[in-house]
């Protein structure tokens, strides 16, 4: 397990961008994260965005060293045999660069594609053990990936601890690390995703914020678990309270930013995503070179 969170790196980048930006952009971005020193690059898989194990392959080929991680790959794209094929392809073919998330996503998302999204927990048990299960006639990676889980809430996060290495936790404040860390015990993977808006001036900051924020409120697993992290319905509403909306993203200068991954570090995480936001879900780069030095420091 120890070679597992190293190969994650203490720090890395997650950005939604890197599903629906062209492949000689995305190209271009992993070779300058990976320069920036960024141990781990992970992205989202939506229901109009790249295919998650495609997109993987993408990056990995046009990097050298960097972790490639996906944050999900939702189990409902694709059922669990490909899924462990695909898994075990990139793995073979990149040692110790892989990282497999993956998750059940959401309701409206999931009964978009036509299936049932009733018993969530279930539904993650039953594809574990089919991925478990799964043949596969091609050469056996040195360094198979990791599995992490997207989890939020306790009975998924036990499910990381028992049947993955770990848990990849999304939209969460440092009390969820904490919590989080509690239930997966000592021995399993915690790389929470944490975003970040590089910017001083609060109403501006909580601006780029509440853009990002809005469209992940109105999905219920989100919602529940930060009602049960003591949020409300007025904090949930509007885009977020400006209480809410300072937990989910860290904004301010690059000290500010850096105590916030500092204190999911301390709180547990083995590994922070940062995902710098900036107006109209670009990847902002710029960024990441301003805050590479003092995150990559920690």
């Known amino acids: 397990m120890n070679a597992k969170r190293t190969r994650l790196g203490r720090v890395g980048v997650w950005h939604a961008a890197l599903g629906r930006i062209s492949a000689y952009s995305a190209r271009e971005a992993v070779a300058e994260i990976?320069?920036?020193?960024?141990?781990?690059?992970?992205?989202?898989?939506?229901?109009?965005?790249?295919?998650a194990l495609t997109n993987a392959a993408i990056l990995l080929c046009a990097s050298r060293k960097i972790t490639v991680g996906t944050g999900i790959a939702n189990i409902w794209a694709r059922d669990a045999t490909a899924m462990a094929s695909g898994s075990a392809t990139l793995a073979e073919a990149f040692p110790g660069r892989f990282v497999l998330g993956i998750g059940?996503?959401?309701?409206?998302?999931?009964?978009?594609?036509?299936?049932?999204?009733?018993?969530?927990?279930?539904?993650?048990?039953?594809?574990?053990?089919?991925?478990d299960q799964?043949?596969?006639?091609?050469?056996?990676?040195?360094?198979?990936?990791?599995?992490?889980?997207?989890?939020?809430?306790p009975r998924m996060l036990e499910l990381a601890r028992d049947r993955a290495d770990g848990a990849h936790p999304y939209f969460v404040p440092v009390e969820h690390t904490e919590r989080a860390r509690g239930l997966l015990g000592a021995g399993r993977i915690l790389a929470p995703e944490q975003a970040v808006v590089l910017e001083r001036d609060p109403d501006t900051a909580r601006a780029h914020a509440r853009e990002h924020m809005e469209p992940y409120l109105a999905l219920p697993n989100y919602a529940n678990n930060?009602?049960?992290?003591?949020?409300?319905d007025g904090d949930l509403a509007g885009g977020g309270s400006d209480r809410l909306v300072d937990a989910?993203?860290?904004?301010?200068?690059?000290?500010?930013?850096?105590?916030?991954?500092?204190?999911?570090?301390?709180?547990?995480?083995?590994?922070?995503?940062?995902?710098?936001?900036?107006?109209?879900?670009?990847?902002?780069?710029?960024?990441?070179?301003?805050?590479?030095?003092a995150l990559l420091s920690l």
């Open 226 to 232: 930060l009602r049960t992290l003591g949020f409300d």
């Open 134 to 153: 799964a043949g596969y006639d091609a050469p056996t990676p040195t360094h198979p990936a990791p599995r992490l889980l997207a989890a939020l809430r």
């Open 34 to 51: 990976e320069e920036l020193g960024f141990g781990t690059l992970w992205f989202g898989e939506g229901s109009a965005t790249k295919e």
């Open 104 to 131: 059940v996503s959401h309701a409206p998302l999931v009964q978009a594609r036509g299936h049932d999204y009733r018993r969530p927990v279930a539904a993650m048990t039953v594809y574990l053990k089919a991925m």
């Open 248 to 293: 989910i993203v860290a904004w301010g200068d690059v000290d500010a930013i850096r105590d916030r991954v500092k204190a999911h570090l301390e709180a547990g995480a083995d590994h922070v995503a940062i995902q710098p936001l900036a107006p109209g879900g670009r990847l902002p780069l710029d960024h990441l070179r301003e805050l590479a030095p």
